[in-house]
């Protein structure tokens, strides 16, 4: 349930239910394409993107990707001085192996970041887990990229 329908029939965000959108919380920074930090109830947390795969820029072990440094500047310009929402699944569990919180990030109630990124061609889809809520959204917004030659689909070998 969206969030202007979450409100509309008088529940309120933040009810800990997967597929409801909680926040808002602000963005603290942009650490790559498709992880940020946010401040929630008071305590800063890491957001990775559920679903999508942006070109590595600052793993330690591996040098910066085609596309990566476009991609974590096109997520710091959609998140920068704004507040987003963020929606749980619960096919991903609410953390990964590194302690980040797993979440769709809503930049407002119809526009989700993760899919933004996708359908622009700075990120792919990435399937971690099959099943999860809004699959076959990011790989229809990665056709329609790829069709296009947006972004990384054309700029990388």
């Known amino acids: 349930m969206g969030l202007v329908a979450l409100l509309a029939a008088g529940c309120s965000p933040g009810s ?21 930090r946010v401040m929630r109830d008071g305590q800063e947390i890491v957001v990775r993107l559920i679903g999508i795969n942006t070109p590595e820029t600052v ?3 591996r040098p910066v990707e085609c596309f990566g440094p476009e991609a974590s500047e096109r997520t710091q310009q959609l998140v920068t001085g704004q507040k987003v ?15 980040r919180t797993l979440a769709y990030v809503w930049l407002t109630p119809d526009q989700m970041l993760n899919e933004e990124l996708v359908r622009e061609g700075y ?22 990229a790829e069709g296009a030659g947006a972004g990384l689909w054309s700029a990388c070998p």
Do not use: M, N, S
Request: glycine content about 10%; overall charge negative; aromatic content about 10%.
């Open 59 to 61: 793993a330690p072990d």
């Open 123 to 144: 990120a792919e889809e990435r399937t971690y887990q099959e099943g999860y809520r809004h699959q076959d959204r990011l790989r229809d917004a990665q056709e329609a």
């Open 85 to 99: 929402w963020l929606e749980y699944d619960d096919v991903t569990g609410e953390t990964d192996k590194y302690d």
């Open 16 to 36: 800990g239910e997967t597929g409801v959108q909680q926040g808002p919380y602000p963005v603290v920074r942009t650490v790559d394409g498709d992880t940020i």
